[in-house]
């Protein structure tokens, strides 16, 4: 069964503070991605990467970096959390054919305070 | 900009009842994709339709990509409140390393029993 884990459900931060999310896939997927979702924005796209150490800016990449090291692994950084970055945030990943599926994982509740 | 605009945007209705949710594109697309997302879940694939007039079904849901590939409708007979979640739908867009895609802002459906 394919999976895309991501290392928290939920987590709290204070504004300021450096964030880390991790992504795990283990399809050997070349893209993965991160999003975040808001009622009423739906699903937006902040980074994607398509190759290890390879990286493309989404919609929304302010305020937020990310870093592929290894092919399974794609990390979001928080900079310095501010509280307009609460929200969910979902990973996915994908093979590199145009319209292939999205695997995403379960998404991690961020607030920051 | 290849957008998705998904309506309605909300749609509550009782247990056994039909419904159809649209979403709708100026721009051609070689696919589009559906994905239910369950509370506190990430989405998961449906559906992938590629032909234009292609009529998929998969038990008592049917999608149906326009003739012309500019957009998508998918129909729920008989609803239950299984089917409850938001429906997204999404076509594919070129990055500048790899395909991604874009999504429209979903449907969100409550099944009353």
């Known amino acids: 069964d394919v999976k895309v884990t991501q290392s928290s459900r939920y987590l709290v931060k204070r504004t300021g503070e450096k964030v880390f999310l991790e992504c795990v896939q283990d399809?050997?997927?070349?893209?993965m991605f991160w999003y975040r979702q808001d009622p009423g924005l739906g699903l937006r796209l902040i980074y994607f990467?398509?190759?290890?150490?390879?990286?493309e800016k989404g919609d929304i990449p302010e305020g937020y970096s990310v870093s592929r090291e290894k092919k399974e692994r794609f990390s979001l950084i928080l900079e310095s959390a501010s509280t307009n970055q609460t929200s969910m945030y979902l990973c996915?990943?994908?093979?590199?054919?145009?319209?292939?599926?999205?695997?995403f994982g379960p998404g991690t509740r961020l607030t920051v305070l | 900009t290849q957008l998705l605009e998904q309506s309605p945007q909300f749609l509550s209705i009782q247990e056994g009842e039909n419904l159809t949710v649209y979403c709708n594109s100026s721009s051609v697309f070689s696919s589009l994709q559906w994905y239910r997302q369950e509370p506190g879940e990430g989405p998961v694939l449906l559906v992938t339709v590629v032909t234009g007039g292609e009529v998929k079904k998969l038990k008592r849901l049917t999608f149906q990509f326009g003739d012309a590939r500019k957009d998508s409708s998918l129909h729920i007979t008989a609803a239950q409140p299984g089917d409850t979640g938001l429906y997204l739908c999404?076509?594919?867009?070129?990055?500048?390393?790899?395909?991604?895609?874009?999504f429209g802002k979903g449907t969100k459906l409550s099944v009353i029993p």
């Open positions: 999404a076509g594919p867009k070129r990055g500048a390393g790899s395909y991604q895609l874009t």
């Open positions: 996915a990943s994908s093979t590199f054919r145009a319209g292939d599926t999205q695997y």
């Open positions: 399809m050997d997927h070349e893209n």
């Open positions: 990467s398509y190759d290890v150490k390879m990286k």
